[in-house]
């Protein structure tokens, strides 16, 4: 069993900033990515960062320049770090992780999300 907790969450004024966390525990196997996605009232899902093991990047255009991704391997523990927020960031944000076991099967975990709401 694999879990994954977020924390970081919360309201914000427009051009604030937030940093979100998410730790995996459990019976982890080796972690190859790791991310965040998004998801707004009334529509899909969608990629925000990922970051792999050696610390190659993926941003979604729309938060390039804005969010930074990291990652403590030594922690199995993500960051997002989001800088110039606006309304249209406003979501229920997902720690995405992918891992592949000894024999070569891949999993992917989702925390249970996180609100991140963009108001004055």
């Known amino acids: 069993q694999v879990q994954l907790v977020e924390s970081g969450g919360g309201l914000v004024q427009p051009g604030g900033s937030l940093r979100l966390s998410c730790a995996a525990s459990g019976n982890i196997y080796p972690i190859t990515v790791m991310g965040w996605f998004r998801q707004a009232p009334g529509k899909e899902r969608e990629l925000v960062a990922q970051?792999?093991?050696?610390?190659?990047?993926n941003y979604a255009d729309s938060v390039k320049g804005r969010f930074t991704i990291s990652r403590d391997n030594a922690k199995n523990t993500v960051y997002v770090q989001m800088n110039s927020l606006n309304p249209e960031d406003t979501a229920v944000y997902y720690c995405?992780?992918?891992?592949?076991?000894?024999w070569g099967q891949g999993y992917n975990y989702w925390g249970q999300g996180t609100q991140v709401t963009v108001s004055s």
């Open positions: 970051v792999t093991t050696s610390g190659r990047t």
């Open positions: 995405d992780t992918q891992m592949v076991d000894p």
